[in-house]
């Protein structure tokens, strides 16, 4: 029986990447809300909340890249040359952000707000950067004989920009519905608030790249607005139009859990629409999965790894998902 393993790793990949997206998304959106509560006491409540959690959530984005360079080393090493400097700077920016989160509770009162201060510009930094390279990855990668043929700024573009806003409004989202979720009180009254401007700034963003890409891309224009994939595709923005009507409902109804969730599914339609984009290219706008496929040897014998990981790691971030479950109070403390 024949074993489709570039699709097969391609899957284990871009799970690995959403599940980043969406659970290290609402911690990172954690940071990027500080600015709007100015209060500590609230603060040390937004931070509780992402205590227990927020550094088993990078673990996917270890596994994503680690599957990227056993499953398709030319991809890796085509994607790490064009965004070495964005990348370099995501990870600076995380590690300032983890260094900000352990020190801030620690630190002496009149310390405590350069920790403050170097939570918000890491997350804001780690966010933003992940959003520029989505963008010039989809604008495309030079590349001549299997090697990246750009310039170290070729990453910096009005798109790539846009995108590393967008992200940052989209990560926002999942951290203030989190906040939601977690918290009660006049915290999360604010929270109710912000959440409806946030999300109508998504959907502002979700509606600009869906009409940009196509614009510079004109194998995406024809993958979305050709027959007969129009018809096959349009379920996607008729779900995003409903899931946002929901989100929107649940937040005037003061709903707990169900905006969290709603958020979670407009990213996830957003990463899914972006997907249908490229597909079945790893490298764009056309080096495909298959071409940048490691031996079939190397995939199976990673395959063994990942099919013994990757449950250990589900199994290991619902358990502390389930054991840290339920409201956070001011009253609870994190050592």
């Known amino acids: 029986m024949h074993i489709d393993l570039p699709l097969i790793w391609a899957i284990i990949i871009l799970f690995g990447i959403m599940m980043y997206v969406m659970m290290d998304g609402f911690d990172l959106g954690i940071g990027i809300l500080y600015p709007f509560f100015n209060i500590k006491e609230d603060r040390d409540v937004m931070m509780n909340t992402i205590a227990p959690v927020w550094d088993g959530n990078e673990t996917w984005l270890v596994l994503g890249g680690a599957g990227l360079l056993a499953a ?11 965004f070495y400097l964005p990348v370099i700077s995501m990870l600076l920016a995380l590690i300032l952000r983890g260094v900000a989160f352990e020190f801030r509770f620690k ?35 030079k590349v001549v004989d299997n090697q990246f043929a ?39 009254a604010k929270s109710y608030y912000l959440a409806r401007i946030l999300a109508f700034l998504l959907l502002a963003f979700i509606l600009a790249v869906s009409v940009w890409t196509p614009l510079f891309n004109q194998a995406i224009a024809e993958r979305w607005f050709t027959m007969p994939n129009m018809l096959w595709l349009s379920p996607i923005p008729l779900l995003v ?35 249908i984009s490229i597909w079945p290219n790893i490298i764009p706008p056309d080096i495909s999965l298959y071409m940048a496929s490691s031996p079939p040897q190397s995939q199976s014998f990673a395959l063994v790894g990942a099919v013994i990981i990757i449950p250990l790691i589900l199994l290991y971030t619902a358990w502390s998902y389930y054991v840290f479950r339920g409201k956070v109070s001011a009253d609870d403390h994190y050592h």
């Open 72 to 82: 398709f080393p030319l991809a890796y090493s085509v994607i790490l040359s064009a």
């Open 107 to 141: 630190a002496l009162e009149h310390e405590r707000h350069f920790w403050d201060k170097s939570f918000i510009v890491g997350s804001f930094a780690a966010t933003f950067f992940q959003g520029v390279i989505l963008g010039a990855y989809l604008q495309g990668i």
């Open 150 to 188: 750009g310039g170290q700024l070729d990453w910096i573009t009005p798109f790539s920009i846009f995108t590393g806003l967008g992200l940052l409004v989209t990560y926002s989202l999942l951290g203030v519905t989190w906040i939601i979720m977690k918290t009660s009180g006049e915290l999360q």
């Open 241 to 275: 139009a409903c899931i946002f009507y929901k989100l929107q409902k649940a937040l005037t109804e003061k709903a707990h859990v169900s905006p969290f969730i709603y958020a979670l599914l407009l990213v996830f339609l957003g990463y899914l629409g972006l997907g």
